[in-house]
């Protein structure tokens, strides 16, 4: 009984902190029915009558573009940049664990160094270097350096996870007269699946909620992603569209909240085996 008892306080503690923490996710997705002077001055938690006309205004979009053109724009530097994630991390993550090459330490710790390396380092000087290659206004620096495997942390992931795959099976595979390229593609990556999938989610997340870069390269609103569009809601002058805003917000969730359910379980599995293998 005192079992019992110990496990329906823990399960209200733990429901009650949940609540607590998804409040104010909850009060948005619930203002986004209301109208501007409701938000502010409604006493209610639920709207008293229910609108959707802020998800029409908000998908008419700013200056003549529509709210699906930000999020085209938007899901195109994602895929891409995964794409480029992918590719080059999963090349890089497998040379430094399954091949031997000189002062193969030294260029794993000189990887790992640009984890602590702070981003606004590299800020000015990867402006000047975009600017002169005239990539400014273009996706150009959202998407190639992913194909060069800047992220120095998937890198490590994807390596750490590699590391404890089964050696036997490479031998097999070497004994059957698999080569480097061979022994990549049919072994490792099918057997770094949990890796590779959570690889793909960070990066979806991360890309797709990346406000600075994106502020900082892109300039015109007809390449504006979801993230720049929603800042525009928001007026210098106080005239904002709060409703629109927070409909706009709520739909841009949607596309994280559906990774997160199809993938999580590789999102854990990931995450945990890499660095209990490592």
């Known amino acids: 009984m005192k079992r019992k008892v110990g496990n329906v306080f823990y399960h209200v503690f733990i429901i009650t902190f949940a609540l607590l923490m998804l409040y104010p996710l909850l009060w948005m997705i619930s203002a986004s029915f209301k109208d501007t002077l409701e938000i502010f001055q409604g006493t209610h938690f639920l709207p008293e009558t229910f609108k959707t006309d802020n998800y029409s205004q908000g998908w008419q979009g700013l200056s003549g573009v529509t709210f699906g053109r930000f999020f085209m724009n938007s899901f195109l530097i994602v895929i891409v940049a995964m794409i480029g994630n992918l590719s080059s991390c999963l090349l890089a993550a497998n040379a430094f664990a399954k091949i031997k090459f000189p002062l193969k330490g030294f260029w794993f710790a000189l990887m790992m160094g640009t984890l602590m390396l702070p981003m606004h380092v590299k800020l000015i000087p990867q402006y000047i270097m975009y600017n002169k290659l005239g990539w400014i206004n273009t996706y150009l620096p959202l998407m190639v350096p992913k194909f060069l495997a800047t992220e120095g942390f998937f890198v490590f992931l994807m390596t750490q996870y590699m590391r404890g795959l089964p050696k036997e099976i490479d031998e097999a595979a070497i004994c059957d007269g698999c080569g480097q390229w061979q ?86 599995e990931g995450i945990t085996a890499g660095s209990i293998k490592g």
């Open 183 to 268: 022994r990549f593609i049919r072994i490792t990556v099918p057997l770094s699946v949990p890796a590779i999938v959570t690889t793909t989610i960070f990066t979806f997340i991360w890309t797709w909620n990346d406000f600075f870069s994106q502020m900082l390269y892109i300039t015109g609103i007809e390449k504006f992603t979801v993230a720049l569009a929603l800042r525009q809601f928001v007026d210098a002058t106080g005239n904002s569209s709060w409703g629109a805003l927070f409909a706009m917000s709520t739909l841009s969730l949607l596309p994280l909240f559906l990774m997160f359910v199809f993938f999580q379980n590789y999102l854990v």
